[in-house]
């Protein structure tokens, strides 16, 4: 039997409330007596199949001694969650929104993404990572390096994921004018381009493809997208990315089956892996001369 749907803010409170309820050294069971509740009930909240009221959101954040500032982020999260949305749609502009796409990775079985003018941060290289953090809080007053370097860790420990005993099987597109926008100059971009090469001979899990420039218009040319499936029944989620914020996503079951088709329709158009790795290695010629 499929499991309940799990709309997607829910998902995402139950995940960081299982997170604060670890870090806090607390069990299941002494959450549920805190709340007057079974066991149960708190597994179903942390897995995004119910939602707490207000008073049992806040009477847990106490218990769990969550700082104010963490507590207003867990408080907005809980309002989006037991929010009426038909469309199923949810724009995630809270804090830690970066840090629940990371988890939608770790859950996922598998992954699509299509990224027309960046490499997929899953697949960029610290010095890549590092040019677009500095771009990125260029407008700033102030970029202390620490700031920095903080974000560029975040992004490499969700890399992880590929290195996981049993990764998702995972799929990217990537347009042509990522692979030759020098990003950090030359030598940087040339050892992105390597490192791309370096995941599709040794992770045969992850494939590569690259849609040319060429190939004119395709479904997805507008926008980059993530797609998500998960295992036990759990509803397909899709983010896309926006120019500002962490992104929308959506769990309704046309949506996300529009997402799917547009993106086989453009995994038909893009090259085959061999030629994609070829196109691949021309780009870093290019860039090492």
Known sequence: MNQPRRPIGRRQLGT????LRIEAGKNQREVAEVLECDTSQISKVEKGERALKVLELTALLNFLGVDAAKR????????????RQP????????????RRLGDLEEDAAEIFDSSGELIPGLLQTPDYVRALVRNAISSKQSSAEDEIEARVAFRLDRQKLLDRDD???????????????????????AGQLRRLLAIMDDQPWITIQVIPIMIGAHPLLSGS??????????????????VFGSGVYTDDENDTRDCFRAYDKLRASALGPQ????FIAECVREFDQ
């Open 16 to 19: 960081e409330l299982r997170r």
């Open 72 to 83: 207003d982020e867990i408080l907005s999260l809980g309002q989006e969650a037991r929010k």
């Open 87 to 98: 469309r199923h749609v949810y724009s995630d502009a809270l804090p830690g929104a970066f």
């Open 167 to 189: 990764p998702p099987r995972m799929w990217f597109i990537i347009g042509e004018p990522a692979l030759r926008r020098p990003i950090g100059g030359d030598e940087v971009m």
């Open 225 to 242: 997208l993530t797609a998500f499936r998960f295992t036990g029944g759990a509803a397909d989620i899709v983010h896309q990315t926006t």
């Open 275 to 278: 030629p994609s790795r070829e």
